[in-house]
T-cell receptor, first 115, second 111 residues
Framework: EAGVAQSPRYKIIEKRQSVAFWCNPI?????LYWYQQILGQGPKLLIQ????????DSQLPKDRFSAERLKGVDSTLKIQPAKLEDSAVYLC?????????????FGPGTRLTVT | LAKTTQPISMDSYEGQEVNITCSHN???????ITWYQQFPSQGPRFIIQ???TKVTNEVASLFIPADRKSSTLSLPRVSLSDTAVYYC????????????FGSGTRLQVQP
């Protein structure tokens, strides 16, 4: 079974530039998450999708971050414009739509460096 | 969301059993307890999940006392490859809430 795919794996941009990350979840997983992980900290949820609808985006900085999930499968996360403090690893995860299981499958992440 | 508290770091030697305890005093009735493992440059990986008493799988055991205010992840006979960060999380059973990760416990296994 293929895992969660993310691209690119690494990205270096200058502040005020734009960047986009792509995620392809495990086939059949209705729920998709984007997390931000700053060095030395645990992952922080940015947004959660159920199929193509947003379930939770309370921690997404909406003035600069946006995300969409096309047709309930792939998802993109965009930052525009980027700030220095956006330097982090952006993790995508997916899971089955279960009310009793918290098993999420994470991708390898995209490491973003903003200079 | 229930907050969790766990040690920042732990050291062990190969072949030893490692127990990592997590405190979650404000756990709600419908909260499950979940543990994840994360290696450098990788995303977290699910280890085990439980609601009460004891859960065991091929990787670890999870012990949850009757009051559920804490839980202990037990790793039998650790090896160098178990060096990682371990996260304890609690979440409600609605399926709509994603996980809130703390800072985790950094386990260092030495030869």
């Amino acid at each position: 079974e293929a895992g969660v795919a993310q691209s690119p794996r690494y990205k270096i941009i200058e502040k005020r530039q734009s960047v986009a990350f792509w995620c392809n979840p495990i086939s059949g997983h209705a729920t998709l998450y984007w997390y931000q992980q700053i060095l030395g900290q645990g992952p922080k949820l940015l947004i959660q999708f159920q199929n193509n609808g947003v379930v939770d985006d309370s921690q997404l900085p909406k003035d600069r971050f946006s995300a969409e999930r096309l047709k309930g499968v792939d998802s993109t996360l965009k930052i525009q414009p980027a700030k220095l403090e956006d330097s982090a690893v952006y993790l995508c995860a997916s899971s089955l739509a279960s009310i009793t299981s918290y098993e999420q499958y994470f991708g390898p992440g995209t490491r973003l460096t903003v200079t | 969301l229930a907050k969790t508290t766990q040690p920042i770091s732990m050291d062990s030697y190969e072949g030893q059993e490692v127990n990592i305890t997590c405190s979650h005093n404000n756990i709600a009735t419908n909260d499950y307890i979940t543990w994840y493992q994360q290696f450098p440059s990788q995303g977290p990986r699910f280890i085990i999940q439980g609601y009460k008493t004891k859960v065991t799988n091929e990787v670890a055991s999870l012990f949850i006392p009757a009051d559920r205010k804490s839980s202990t992840l037990s790793l039998p006979r650790v090896s160098l490859s178990d060096t990682a960060v371990y996260y304890c999380l609690v979440g409600d059973g609605t399926g709509r809430r994603a996980l809130t990760f703390g800072s985790g416990t950094r386990l260092q296994v030495q030869p």
